[in-house]
């Protein structure tokens, strides 16, 4: 027990009051967290803003400077992964069980509820469908991420420090983040990192669910999604316990190939010529819209602010919370990359397999919402997908493939965050003990179960949308402090 740091104590404290208020008084603890956040949403709607786009221009300011030539670690270090497991793991951790999740029901629902002037079910609002659905899980997305992951990597590797948010601060607080400032905000790191995994959890078992009782008519409820966390449970302990270059690197792997084998199924069997139209035009229109999306307000329109109430600002600050978490297993894999290297990889690629992936999945969701045969759009968020699929040809299998990259997705998330918050519970170790991961795992696993019982799903949810406010505070003094130890580099080679 040398090893575990006394954050692990604090935040298990917190964490089971904050369980036990949910479990005692569900409906209150909802109603409490969703007036606080609308509140934040109302009130610091046009800060999430500035700070996610402000984020996105330093994240391409800094692919093009001299300063991308610096390696994250000695300048003789080289990655330990390859760029193929490399992609693979930010990607599966990052977001790849939003994806699925998301891939048809975001774009129909834009068509269906036009985010902005246009009336909805038009050519008009088809294409702000995709536009919008490319902008929150596109550049700004992985900007989010990519800036808490390099500042984190810069100072693990370049800097030689423990992997913990609070040594980031070093330049700016000194020798303070070695005391009570520095574990209220490591306590905060793991707090968002355990809330946000049990939310996934607990929504990836629905969706489990709902996927399995499309395909063999499993019955919907929670005995069946208790069932499945535990399945899941004891398949991700398995991989977080065989270490990073084994359970973790293999599972992404496999979760690649299965994405990709779903997508060729989707843009083979659905209107193929139209999906690569979409996706080229939408393109454009994003790049062509991408300044003003970053900065819409909709300050005179109410009807409007309240979508991106519900949307974008939901979106920015679900990143922003799950930065810590994302963003230290991002820079555990990433030893021995360029800062140019680190940043193409991180903003670009998954950029781009986003915008792809939304462009097959939605343009099929929508021709089949037009065609009249069955109204998607009605449906349930975790059901969308699979009732897409039933207008498919091989629709059986394309359902079974899906089901199994919801599954590896989970795992991969799940496993990702065990490794994270054993390093975070350990002083920052880049090896963190088995035992103190497979306790973050059941802790994980336990809450999403217990929440799932009480319904209090959604209430965590505000909580994690909550604690994003004061963490993109830490996260702007993050980014100040690096370019401080960047300036303090370049002067000391220079010298």
Known sequence: MKKIS?????????????????????????EITSTIQDF????????????????????????????????????????????????AMLF?????????????????SHYA????????????AYKEAMQSTFFHWGFHAWSVYGMTALVLAYFQFRKRQPGLISVTLRPIFGDRVDGKLGTVIDVFAIFATVFGVATS?????VQINAGLNYLFGVSIGFWSQFFIIAVVTVLFLASAWSGLGKGIKILSNANMILALALLV???????????????????????????????????????????LNG???FYWSWWIAWAPFVGMFIARVSRGRTIREFMIGVLV???VLSMIWFTAFGTTAIETQKAGIIDLASSATELTIFEMFSELPLSFIISLIAILLITSFFITSADSATFVLGMQSSYGSLTPPNNLKVVWGIIQSAIAVILLYVGGLGALQNVIIIAALPFSIILIMMVVSLFKSLKDEKSRIQR
């Open 113 to 124: 509820v036009s985010p902005a002037t246009q009336d909805p079910e038009t050519k008009a």
């Open 265 to 307: 199924f989707i843009i083979a069997l659905g209107p193929t010529l139209l999906i690569f139209n979409m996706f080229t035009d939408s393109i454009g229109g994003y790049l062509e819209n991408l300044i003003r999306m970053s900065f819409r307000t909709a300050p005179l329109t109410p009807e409007n602010r309240a979508w």
């Open 349 to 351: 690629v998954p950029t």
């Open 40 to 87: 934040i949403s109302d009130t610091f709607g046009w800060y999430y803003l500035l700070t996610v786009s402000i984020l996105f221009f330093i994240s391409v300011y800094l692919i093009f400077s001299p300063t991308g030539k610096i390696r994250l670690g000695k300048d003789n270090d080289r990655p330990q992964f390859s760029m193929f497991s490399w992609l």
């Open 92 to 108: 599966s951790a990052g977001m790849g069980i939003g994806l699925v999740f998301y891939g048809a029901a975001e774009p129909l």
């Open 6 to 30: 006394t954050t692990f104590y604090i935040t298990l404290v917190t964490v089971i009051l904050a369980v036990g208020y949910g479990v005692i008084a569900p409906t209150h603890f909802e």
């Open 201 to 205: 959890l607990g929504f990836g078992a």
């Open 311 to 313: 949307w974008t600002l």
